[in-house]
């Protein structure tokens, strides 16, 4: 098994920045990629970010590319959301997720952290 956690989440101003943070325990040599997704209020959980841990390839939704950047420490076990210029479309709950059962996009993954409360006041 792989627990998850995240930290980091947070009130911020709109134009301003917050770094999320995801660790992994368990199971962790199982691990070959890891996602952020995120889920506002009456919306579907949508994807953000996805890096494949061994190549260290990264993949970012249309809507935060250039603004969000996916990093991962393999040492620590720990992949990060480094968030930039954020706005009030970007308030929702974060996800970390581990080993998608497809493509990176879908939320099919295998194991799932509690979530992250982000805040983006305008």
């Known amino acids: 098994q792989v627990q998850l956690v995240e930290s980091g989440g947070g009130l911020v101003q709109a134009g301003g920045s917050l770094r999320l943070s995801c660790a992994a325990s368990?199971?962790?040599?199982?691990?070959?990629?890891m996602g952020w997704f995120r889920q506002a209020p009456e919306k579907e959980r949508e994807f953000v970010a996805a890096?494949?841990?061994?190549?260290?390839?990264?993949y970012h939704a249309g809507s935060v590319k250039g603004r969000f950047t996916i990093s991962r420490d393999n040492v620590k076990n720990t992949v990060y959301l480094q968030m930039n210029s954020l706005n009030s479309e970007d308030t929702a709950v974060y996800y970390c997720?581990?080993?998608?059962?497809?493509?990176?996009?879908?939320?099919?993954?295998?194991?799932w952290g509690q979530g992250t409360q982000v805040t983006v006041s305008s």
């Open positions: 368990g199971r962790t040599f199982t691990i070959y990629a």
């Open positions: 997720a581990a080993n998608p059962r497809g493509n990176y996009y879908v939320t099919e993954y295998a194991y």
């Open positions: 890096i494949n841990l061994r190549a260290g390839s990264t």
